[in-house]
T-cell receptor, first 113, second 114 residues
């Protein structure tokens, strides 16, 4: 069990650029979640997948955000035309199933200049 | 909508002493789960303890225990024999029994003083 991994750990980009983050969940976990955490706040839910199906999206996930989990394994989160307000820590988590403990990755810290 | 409130932004405790972190929540759900997660500085979040709402018995995990008061919608975390490694941000989290997402509080920053 290698845990949830995320890549990159840090990303600095200029406003207007596109960025993509990757999450590799724990191998047998069916559910994968994305959260956003800003300074001084708890994580806020963005979206989740059951295998390859994206089942729920938060209103926080604007049209500039898209997430995929093409083969039910790793997931990517893309932000198009980044804005300074997108600067945050993006956390990925996975779980076996409904109501089970979510295991978090180390996060990707995004800074938009 | 579910909300989670942690009213103590910062706390400190002497090494080996006991500290209690508060958490209250608001929900109309009858079945749900409650969690405490720990986020050490620059490190990832890890589970401290978990409680199923249908269980009346308070969860314990070594030095960590909870006081779950369902009627009062209160879920406090007690850390006994505090250690320097307990220094971290602690988040209280709520999950409906459908398990789609966490609702987190704003966190309590705990510092253990040697």
């Amino acid at each position: 069990d290698t845990g949830v991994s995320q890549d990159p750990r840090h990303k600095i980009t200029k406003r207007g650029q596109n960025v993509t983050f990757r999450c590799d969940p724990i191998s047998e976990h069916n559910r994968l979640y994305w959260y956003r955490q800003t300074l001084g706040q708890g994580p806020e839910f963005l979206t989740y997948f059951q295998n390859e199906a994206q089942l729920e999206k938060s209103r926080l996930l604007s049209d500039r955000f898209s997430a995929e989990r093409p083969k039910g394994s790793f997931s990517t989160l893309e932000i198009q035309r980044t804005e300074q307000g997108d600067s945050a820590m993006y956390l990925c988590a996975s779980s076996l199933n409904t109501g089970q403990t979510q295991y978090f990755g180390p996060g990707t810290r995004l800074l938009v200049l | 909508a579910q909300t989670v409130t942690q009213s103590q932004p910062e706390m400190s405790v002497q090494e080996a002493e006991t500290v209690t972190l508060s958490c209250t929540y608001d929900t109309s759900e009858s079945n749900y789960y409650l969690f405490w997660y720990k986020q050490p500085p620059s490190r990832q979040m890890i589970l401290v303890i978990r409680q199923e709402a249908y269980k009346q018995q308070n969860a314990t995990e070594n030095r960590f225990s909870v006081n779950f008061q369902k009627a009062a919608k209160s879920f406090s975390l007690k850390i006994s024999d505090s250690q320097l490694g307990d220094t971290a941000m602690y988040f209280c989290a709520f999950m409906k029994d459908t398990g789609n997402q966490f609702y987190f509080g704003t966190g309590t920053s705990l510092t253990v003083i040697p």
